[in-house]
């Protein structure tokens, strides 16, 4: 692997012929190997929807709008400038810089972008982000350079969703306007050009015609997929076939008497998370659907003993929907139902509901799609049910496409899902789930959420303003119970110590940033 990474630089370094365009790598700039167990499940940014795929979209498509590090307030990239215009939030203008470019040397123009939002909405696809943009009403070009959107209600946090992902600006010319490209390569004028892409292994090269305020500093990235194998994982790592190991290393090689920190070289590198773990109940459940089961389980579940347990204090107990360290968080749950389980108190909300005996239930998981201790962990929340004396839980692990298939044909009456957010807002955690396009589900409504409180708290500019409509959107969770938080993951990263600049690719944007990694 270090040869392939020296030839790899030697090869990136022969298709830049202008070193200002190519940021800060040279050709004496080595590449970087990194490692994670997550898939990419699609190279066009109008299906991908999962932390692979968007990974790619980060470093391979450029955005009007990015995250700096360390920040989550957006900044132009591909735009000069944007602002909504007038007093209110429906109208929002954005300006181009001059002279941009796709990988291929086309030109990016107001034309691209707005046939990549509409064709985002028009494919609408179901393992895509068009349920992003609802509010959308139209996208005008009026000239090579200024994209104006419309949309049909107020949204502030418009441009942070556009700054994500969802957001990634695609060549009209090589992209159909209706249907998905399943060529396995991706076009784009970010910081690096899709090289090659296999079951495997995906290969970056810098790209020369990239314009923006992102420096790459080393000389390409191969991101090496190793399909959930922690094992391999850790020993490329240990091996030094990759440089760095992201997403997917289990709690015992990150802390505890084996972890990878004792390892000669290697170091854990910890950072902000917003991911976030919920267990889904399904309301027209016969079970589920019952507020005293949901109850129940809310007053059964020891967050620290699991995650002492199962993560080894790498993740944190969430008590509301909201996580830690987003503005409008709160702690609804816990104020609820306490953070110790509470026999009496289960028992309680179980009779209150006509609920006698002890109560069948099935946790439903997926082994891998949102964490690989997800089974483990329903094992354990299972175990607490049922050392309660009033639950006969178990647990039903089955794989990833079918276990969507049977959520959305309402076969499961509780279910786990994870969510890694698109952009570092409230919204983000409430909207996707409680309004229009629900993508958990679980067959929940509420009015004064989806009519008032998100509508309400989308009109505010400052985002603390809208602290106060996220508490009450929290607040009616814990009563009604349609989610129960578990977790809060924090993000790590293992290290071999002549790697360079991780430290900005592991904060609350969630954007892991492959222009800042170097090697010495």
Known sequence: MRNRVAGFSAATALACTSLTACSGWTD???????????????????????????????????????????STDPQPEAAESCAFEGAG??????????????????????????????????IDDAAGPAVMFTMLDSVEAPDSKTVVFRLKVPDATFPSKIASGAGSIVNHRQYEAKSLREDGQASGSGPYKLTSMS???????????????????????????????????????????IDLAFRGLPAKDLVGADSLADEPGIQIVEGDSAEVQHLVFNMNDPVAGKIGFRKAMSYLLDRDALIKQVYQDTAMPLYSIIPAGVIGHTTAFFNTYGDRPSQEKAEAALRADGIEGKVEVTLWSTPSRYGLATDQELQVIAEQLNSSGLFKAKVRSVPF?????????GKYGVYVKGWLPDYPDADNFTSPFFGDGNVLANNYSNRTISETLIPRSATEKNRAEAS???GKI????????????????????????????????LDASTVFRFWELSKV
């Open 468 to 470: 106060g409509d996220f």
């Open 89 to 122: 939030v429906r109208v929002y203008r954005c300006v181009l810089k001059d002279d941009l470019k796709f990988s291929n040397g086309d030109p990016l123009t107001a034309e691209d972008v707005k046939f990549s939002f509409d064709r985002v909405r028009l």
């Open 28 to 70: 004496e700039s080595p590449g970087i190997v990194i490692g994670m167990s997550d898939e990419i499940l699609s190279t066009d940014p109008s299906s991908g929807y999962d932390p692979g795929s968007w990974l790619l979209f980060n470093n391979v498509f450029q955005t009007l709008l990015s995250f700096p590090n360390g």
């Open 199 to 241: 079951k495997d292994e995906a290969v970056f090269s810098p790209n020369e015609n990239y314009r923006g305020p992102a420096e790459v500093k080393n000389g390409g990235v191969t991101l090496k997929l190793f399909h959930s194998d922690q094992a391999r994982l850790r020993q490329g790592l240990t091996d030094h076939d």
């Open 474 to 505: 929290q607040d009616i969770v814990a009563d009604d119970v349609p989610v129960l938080p578990i977790w809060q993951a924090k993000q790590y990263a293992a290290v071999h110590d002549d790697i360079r600049g991780y430290q900005y690719c």
């Open 401 to 409: 496409d079918r276990y969507e298939k049977d959520i959305a044909a």
